[in-house]
């Protein structure tokens, strides 16, 4: 869900996120997604297009296309061996009362261990509902948020293979598009202690190049994030941008409560956002698979995935925050 906007000129080339960047040690250890290897490609368009599928009916929340959504995402977590905190994958969501919908919805979460479990958390979040069938047409909702969630699998897959330092939840949000049920019943009823959640690194709105960037929001409310992010953002191989987050820029241009992590940022906890422009497609019947730019995709998660492993390798360095 996001809202208008326009161009926010805020761009940091390489050589300026060179200059500010601190290369983590730890991280330079890590490998990015290998550029020859086509299959990572192939498996982003596959699921991407599983799960923005007409058969999917939009995914909106409380609806028969929702819970289809939901068995399929949590078929993929089990295939990939990702388990969930507690007995279940699923957290009870209450959604309002709508025509043609259920009242009650459903976040799925899950959890990656970190090697040293049982302290500070980052939640990777995406919300996997969209707008559902309107007048007989399906809203497919590919790069809103089919993108994000596809990516969350896709970097799921490459921590239980490298675990990271610390433990890593993954939340699925349900009804982001009604109103961020999900994400507002997570951090009301948190499955850790919202004291041990350093950050939510959000993806919403991440495969369409139509605005050649991707944008990160989040910096100018935690400034300690920008080297960190920056520190990332060196080594992507499309145009990463920061902002939409000033009360100067148009209104409606503002990002900061436009998404899930509006529901951490309201108790204190720090966010970065990422996601591109508007494009014509936004919240459109032709949000479809086939408009996505394979290349920029890939490119976007392997960018999301390097600044996971950032925050990862800097958790420790974070500020204190009083819960």
Known sequence: MRVARCWYPLLLTHAIMLAIAVVSPSLSAQSAFPVSTDSITRRLMQRISALSADSMEGRRAGTDGSR????WIVAELTAIGAKPIGASFEQSVKLPTRAGADTLGANIIARIPGRRSGGRTIVLSAHYDHLGVRNGVVYNGADDD???????????????????DHDVILAFFDNEEGGMHGSRTFVANPPVPLARIAIDLSLDM???QDGKALWVTGTAHYPFLQPIAADAASRATIAIRFGHESRTVTPG??????????AFHSKGIPFLYLGV???????QPGDDAEKIDPTFY????EFSYNLLRVVDARLETFPSRTP
């Not at 289809?68 to 068995?71: F, H, P, S």
């Not at 089919?146 to 799921?156: K, M």
């Open 277 to 283: 422009e508007d494009h014509p497609d936004y919240h």
């Open 68 to 71: 289809r959504a939901r068995r």
């Open 298 to 301: 890939r490119a976007a998660v």
């Open 206 to 208: 991440i495969s369409r």
């Open 253 to 262: 241009d503002d990002w900061t409560s436009s998404s899930d992590h509006a």
């Open 146 to 164: 089919a993108s994000g969630c596809i990516a969350l699998l896709t970097i799921a897959e490459r921590l239980l293979r490298e675990p990271p």
